[in-house]
C-alpha cells in the first residue's frame, strides 16, 4: 500500500470518525431540545442512567455506561450540585454511598420528555429506520456485555 494508501483508507472507511460525527450530531439535536430545561444531553442521559438503575453506586453507573471515571464524576458533580440527585444511605457503615433520583430530578425528566420525543423524532428521522435498528442493536449487545 503506497504510503498516503493508508490515511486515504482511514478518511473513507474509519469506524471511528463516522461514529464520532453521528453522535456529535445527535447530541447537538438533544442539547438544542434540553437547553430550555438547564440541562445537556450528557446530564440527561446520566439521569435516565441513574433512575434505570437506582440507588446505584458511581462504579455501578460508570460500568452500565461505559464511562471513565473522570467524565462520570464531572457529569455527577452537576447533577448533584443542581439537586437532581442525591447519595443516599444504602445500608448502614457502606463505604460507597449510592446514588437515586430526588424529586426535582425525575421532575425535570418529566418536564423535558416533550422536548426529548422531539429530539428523538428528529434524530430518527435522520439515521432513518434501518439505522435506528442498528443503533439500538449494537448499543444494547454492549449494554449486555
Given at each position: 500500500?503506497?504510503?498516503g494508501?493508508?490515511?486515504?483508507?482511514?478518511?473513507?472507511?474509519?469506524?471511528?470518525?463516522?461514529?464520532?460525527?453521528?453522535?456529535?450530531?445527535?447530541t447537538?439535536?438533544?442539547?438544542?431540545?434540553?437547553?430550555?430545561?438547564?440541562?445537556?444531553?450528557?446530564?440527561?442521559?446520566l439521569?435516565?442512567?441513574i433512575?434505570?438503575?437506582?440507588?446505584?453506586?458511581?462504579?455501578?453507573?460508570?460500568?452500565?455506561?461505559?464511562?471513565?471515571?473522570?467524565?462520570?464524576?464531572?457529569?455527577?458533580?452537576?447533577?448533584?450540585?443542581?439537586?437532581?440527585?442525591?447519595?443516599?444511605?444504602?445500608?448502614?457503615?457502606?463505604?460507597?454511598?449510592?446514588?437515586?433520583?430526588?424529586?426535582?430530578?425525575?421532575?425535570?425528566?418529566?418536564?423535558?420528555?416533550?422536548?426529548?420525543?422531539?429530539?428523538q423524532?428528529?434524530?430518527?428521522?435522520?439515521?432513518?429506520?434501518?439505522?435506528?435498528?442498528?443503533?439500538?442493536?449494537?448499543?444494547?449487545?454492549i449494554?449486555?456485555?
Open positions: 500500500m503506497a504510503r494508501g493508508v490515511i486515504i483508507e482511514m478518511a473513507q472507511t474509519c469506524v471511528l470518525m463516522r461514529t464520532r460525527l453521528i453522535s456529535r450530531v445527535i447537538a439535536i438533544h442539547d438544542e431540545q434540553l437547553r430550555p430545561f438547564g440541562i445537556s444531553s450528557p446530564q440527561f442521559v439521569l435516565v442512567v433512575f434505570q438503575m437506582e440507588p446505584a453506586t458511581r462504579i455501578e453507573i460508570g460500568r452500565f455506561h461505559h464511562q471513565d471515571r473522570s467524565t462520570l464524576t464531572r457529569n455527577l458533580k452537576l447533577v448533584l450540585c443542581k439537586d437532581w440527585a442525591k447519595e443516599v444511605q444504602d445500608k448502614p457503615g457502606a463505604r460507597a454511598k449510592p446514588i437515586a433520583l430526588t424529586k426535582a430530578g425525575k421532575d425535570l425528566l418529566h418536564k423535558a420528555a416533550p422536548a426529548w420525543l422531539v429530539a423524532a428528529r434524530a430518527k428521522t435522520l439515521l432513518g429506520t434501518n439505522g435506528v435498528i442498528a443503533v439500538m442493536d449494537i448499543a444494547n449487545g449494554m449486555n456485555t
